[in-house]
């Protein structure tokens, strides 16, 4: 159940009879809240999201409001009157709030990546996504939104970690749009959910586990066949 | 000459679902050769008790022990490994505990507290990726090759789960009958092949041929070929391993694998050719 009165947004495990929880990690519960509050947004301002992403909200005024979120309520452009009602509603947490608003500076860095790539511009392109990536460290302080935003952001970190420099592709840039616009959509999405976005984002040629995984990885498989030779042994 | 199918075993399959860097491209680079790859459904039970238990083991360590460092220490523990070897990692280990403990919070820990100290980005971020890894594997299981092949009546493919505490499972892991699916073709229509490929392992070099798993295997290949009433459990099934992709592979594709140094043998014992990803890409 999330919890409210603390600020944070803990849920307790499905709470079925059965061992399986069914949807990989106990999301249901979490997601149920997350939809009810911010499915409304979706529907009514995109729209005017659309329209204010072109003319009033460019990447600069964004990144005022980025950080901390406090001006994010006091914003006087539409589409922040319209998310501001929802935005009061008792389920919304300071960590999603913030987090819906550094994927918001996300999603606008990106897009001027693309735009950016299209017009030859490669070093612009290279520059938004270096801005795009700074945020990451706090999208990944906002992990109690739910297990599976945890995850998307991780694997997104350790996407543009692999990449070692590299500048990414269009194909690349744009696989990064879908995910983010897939994160603000559905915040705490299922982790099932979580793993199709990953997966998919994974193909634009990302590399989403890290050094660190792998040698832990290596570690139990040394151990185990070092166990099984000495148990055939 | 490769040919233009390939039957790709386990390590192909582990290669391009857990494995990153060099060893899964060539394993994505292997496989594109091929105008069809077929992927036994032998390969995935091996695949899921094998390399994909280990991340699920790693992923219950992290749960159990809350902690990378700890998470470490606990895996250096495992059997009884040589000395040098356990002090080694359990060293390691101490020493990230340590590291941990004092390294300085990041600019962001006022603002977030203990989510912004870097052994619970650490510890948060290894373990998101772990159960990441295992699922994704396992949904992608299926589209590694053009085809899954062979199905086995006594096995079902039952995805991971996360249990009421936290934990994941991939029970079950194996065959649920007394008696393999596979016992009677390989006792009436591959007999001889047995024979062959029992054979063909006694011919080995002796640090071969004296693998605790080629052992195991010539003694099952003996008992399977000459005893019509010898059942074949989960754990034979399993203990036959190569062989099952040298008896199965048709006859119009390579084996596709990175272990050819134990499949080679039994491939070309029985007329089929085995290839690794670094000969196809020559």
């Not at chain 1, 009033?56 to 005024?61: E, M, R």
């Not at chain 2, 971020?125 to 699922?135: D, H, I, P, Q, R």
């Not at chain 2, 991971?160 to 994941?168: A, D, I, S, T, V």
Request: aromatic share 6%; charged share 30%.
């Amino acid at each position: 159940m999330l919890d409210i009165d603390s600020g944070t947004a803990t849920y307790s495990k499905a709470e079925n009879s059965d061992d399986r929880t069914g949807n990989f990690g106990g999301q249901a519960t979490k997601s149920y809240f997350y939809k009810k509050a911010v499915s409304e947004i979706d529907s009514t301002s995109s729209a005017v999201d659309d329209k204010l992403n072109k003319s009033k909200n460019t990447v600069g005024n964004r990144l005022e409001n980025t950080s901390t979120g406090e001006n994010f309520l006091n914003s006087d452009a539409p589409v922040r009157t319209i998310r501001n009602i929802y935005f009061q509603s008792e389920f919304i947490t300071p960590e999603l709030r913030t987090a819906i608003n550094l994927l918001e500076t996300s999603q606008n860095y990106i897009e001027e990546a693309i735009n950016s790539i299209q017009q030859g511009k490669r070093k612009d392109s290279d520059e938004y996504i270096m801005q795009f990536k700074e945020l990451l460290p706090e999208l990944f302080c906002c992990r109690t939104i739910s297990e599976s935003f945890g995850a998307v952001i991780n694997a997104i970190h350790n996407a543009m970690s692999n990449m070692k420099g590299q500048p990414l592709s269009e194909g690349q840039i744009v696989a990064l749009k879908e995910i983010i616009t897939a994160l603000l959509r559905e915040p705490a999405m299922s982790f099932d959910k979580a793993v199709d976005c990953v997966s998919d984002f994974e193909d634009a040629d990302y590399e989403v586990e890290s050094a660190g995984l792998e040698g832990l990885l290596k570690l139990v498989e040394m151990m185990n066949e070092d166990e099984m030779e000495l148990n055939n042994g | 000459m490769a040919k233009s199918k390939a039957f790709v075993d386990t390590t192909i399959l582990t290669n391009r679902l857990i494995k990153s860097g060099k060893e899964k491209q060539e394993a994505k680079d292997a496989l594109d050769k091929y105008e069809i790859t077929e992927l036994p459904v032998y390969a995935i039970k091996e695949f899921k008790a094998g390399p994909l238990d280990y991340v699920k083991y790693l992923y219950n360590k992290l749960q159990e022990t809350g902690s990378v460092a700890d998470t470490i220490i606990a895996l250096s523990s495992i059997g009884r490994q040589r000395n040098r070897q356990q002090t080694a990692i359990r060293t390691l280990g101490e020493l990230m505990k340590k590291a941990s403990s004092l390294s300085m919070k990041t600019s962001l820990s006022a603002k977030y507290g203990h989510l912004a100290e870097k052994e619970n980005i650490s510890y948060d971020s290894v373990k998101y990726e772990a159960k990441m890894l295992l699922f994704k594997a396992w949904k992608k299981r299926n589209s590694v090759t053009t085809k899954v092949v062979q199905p086995l009546a006594c096995y079902q493919e039952f995805p991971p789960y996360e249990k009421k505490n936290g934990e994941l499972s991939l029970i079950p892991k194996n065959c649920e009958t007394d008696d393999c699916c596979l016992s009677k073709t390989l006792r009436e229509e591959k007999r001889f092949d047995l024979t062959k490929l029992k054979v063909a392992i006694n011919k080995l070099p002796s640090e071969l041929k004296n693998k605790a798993e080629n052992q195991k295997r010539v003694k099952l290949l003996h008992e399977i070929g000459s005893n019509k009433g010898r059942k074949i459990s989960n754990s034979d099934c399993r203990n036959l391993g190569d062989a099952i992709f040298a008896l199965f592979c048709p006859q119009d594709a390579d084996i596709l694998t990175t272990n050819i140094k134990d499949h080679e043998p039994l491939a070309n014992a029985l007329g089929k050719t085995a290839v690794s990803p670094e000969q196809i890409l020559k």
